[in-house]
DNA sequence: AACGAAAAAAGTGCATGCACAATTGTGGTT
DNA sequence: AACCACAATTGTGCATGCACTTTTTTCGTT
């Protein structure tokens, strides 16, 4: 254990960077949800004192990140299945939203872009790894976050993918879960060189949605106890090894 | 001034209590966008110390209500026309999303209200005032949201709302926009009881844009300097008077 | 009188201390 | 041995103090 990991001595306040770092973790699963957070712990952690990192749980709370608790401390953010599906709903509507107006607003050199590298990541689908192809997963919804041009829809999307993360690990290990989802993104593409906004919008919204049922189902297939009775909440369950 | 409003003797966190406050008077425009809010005064007015009024501010941020320059304090959030209609665009987004889910699971509990206070609403057309129809018109449109049965997407838009609150004022003074509104909510109404999910957005988008238009206009033609080469950014432009 | 530099004032950001709530541990009673 | 009350411990929530940054004021120079 190095002690305190001396938080970047950039600019801006010590809070931003170590908001960036705990979020980081939780993202990435290192900090599985349902993991309680202690102030004290963490200001030693980060090297500061108890003021600042009180102010970091306040973020993360604002992220959804973790939540809050009176008198009794911040935990990692554990979803209910219901809970897990209404914010893959909301996804799915915005990022439904965001490619619709893509398909409106894209630029000829934005479409081009977009083809392309779609093109290109089919190689992925029988070469390439889960991760390898996760990233450009990234790459193309961003391509389409970008092109609609609606900065205030695409925050609210990110901030949603962002609370998802935890529990999206390892979507793609499903059975030939790559070439569907490339299939999906071929339809998505060609309907926005046609520029067929509202088929777009339906195409992405079902898009999204068929990987909240493979989220659910991976988390199911993967549960220690199968059906058992006092598990409302998900906690982390384990994917990447 | 009464010293110290004795901020709720209630349960949970004071701050809590504080940050509702606070959002009420910059919703409501009795604090007006570019205001600087200082820690100090603010622990006085409240009769707290400063941490919880940081905490506060933290949280106020977090909402999109206020900005917080690092070093320079925070400042009731101030929107540049750009940003305005981006928030618009996003909520007309969010509206049209959340309709369409209504027009797909509303109840006919909620059908039958729904239609019943729509059509009592356009006695507040003739014989209501601005006030009285807006507040109808909040209503209209959480029913609405209520019958998405999508909490997630609910939350957005609600906070969105908030966030344009400030800028909204007075939206319905100008000519005769309580009646086009009504026809709008006339069509909408029309389109969730026949069940036509796709309509339903669209006009509802449409709704919701024309709103924008309408805000933009009005603080358009109350801006103290007609075209002005400095002030990209709105503050509050008076309207309630 | 206008301008600029330096000093003073004001205000933020973080550390630390204390009071109180929640949790855990212990011992007594049935 | 199981259960409950009470004490000890842990940890949160807020107050206060200090250092440093930003802003304002003052004062000397042109």
Redesign the pocket.
Same mark, same amino acid.
């Given at each position: 254990m190095k002690d305190s990991e001396t938080v970047s001595p950039r600019k801006g306040?010590?809070?931003d960077s170590i908001v960036q770092n705990l979020a980081d973790d939780i993202v990435s699963g290192q900090l599985a949800p349902g993991t309680?957070?202690?102030?004290? =712990?963490m200001?030693e952690r980060f090297?500061?004192?108890? =003021?600042?990192?009180?102010?970091t749980?306040g973020h993360l709370a604002a992220m959804g990140l973790v939540t809050?608790?009176?008198?009794?401390?911040?935990v990692v953010a554990t979803l209910s299945p219901e809970a897990l599906s209404d914010l893959y709903e909301a996804m799915a509507e915005l990022e439904a939203s965001l490619a619709r107006l893509a398909a409106l607003r894209m630029n000829s050199h934005q479409r081009e872009t977009l083809e392309r590298l779609h093109n290109e990541s089919i190689h992925l689908v029988r070469d390439g790894t889960s991760d390898e192809y996760d990233q450009f997963n990234r790459t193309f919804h961003a391509l389409i976050f970008e092109a609609a041009r609606s900065p205030q829809l695409q925050q609210l999307a990110e901030t949603t993918r962002t609370r998802l993360a935890p529990f999206r690990r390892a979507q793609f290990r499903l059975n030939n879960r790559l070439s569907k989802s490339w299939e999906e993104h071929d339809a998505i593409v060609r309907a926005i060189l046609t520029g067929d906004a509202e088929g777009v919008a339906r195409l992405m919204r079902a898009h999204v949605q068929t990987v909240s049922a493979m989220s659910a189902e991976f988390i199911a297939e993967h549960q220690p106890r199968p059906v058992a009775a006092s598990s409302p909440d998900l906690a982390y369950q384990g994917a990447d090894g």
């Open positions: 306040t010590v809070v309680k957070l202690d102030a004290q =712990t200001a090297g500061v004192s108890r =003021t600042p990192i009180r102010e749980f809050h608790r009176p008198n009794r401390g911040v």
